[in-house]
């Protein structure tokens, strides 16, 4: 065989090591580079003038960007994130609210089962029964 083939043993494993550690510190690099690109934008105590300067900021210099905006605003990124987690869970349990009826009663789930009790003690007919719920349901 000639000189030039690259077998795997032929690959120590400290280059592995150092192959695997600067893929990783890449990785971690571009997620942190777009968490800062994302709260410059989430925050809402920033002009758009502010927003402007510190993307282009990011851009231009991108590792002294990141590290100087995560000095300067690294403190409140935690709580824009859990302010915008928390919405959005507000926002989808208000959804499911609506949409099975929540503790108010007036989902379609428990009248179709207040329904389904008015039949079973007879107090309705099954013609009105099926009156009411297809008015439920349509």
């Known amino acids: 065989m000639s000189g030039d083939v690259f077998l795997a043993y032929d ?5 592995a090591f150092w192959t695997v550690m600067w893929i990783f510190l890449w990785v971690f690099w571009l997620i942190l580079l777009f968490r800062v690109i994302t709260d410059v934008f989430r925050a809402h105590d920033l002009s758009g003038w502010a927003k402007a300067a510190w ?5 231009v210099v991108p590792f002294l960007g990141v590290l100087a905006y995560v000095i300067v605003r690294g403190a409140d990124m935690g709580k ?3 302010r915008h987690a928390k919405a959005q869970q507000d926002t989808f349990n208000a959804y499911l609210r609506e949409t099975a009826g929540g503790p108010d009663g007036h ?3 428990e009248q179709l089962a207040k329904l389904s009790d008015l039949k079973a003690r007879g107090d309705i007919s099954e013609a009105e029964f099926r009156r009411a719920k297809e008015k439920i349901l349509h």
Do not use: C, D, K, T
């Not at 690959?11 to 280059?15: A, E, F, K, R, S």
């Open 11 to 15: 690959y120590p494993v400290l280059g």
């Open 55 to 59: 993307i282009l900021f990011v851009i």
């Open 80 to 82: 824009r994130e859990i």
């Open 107 to 109: 989902g379609s789930v």
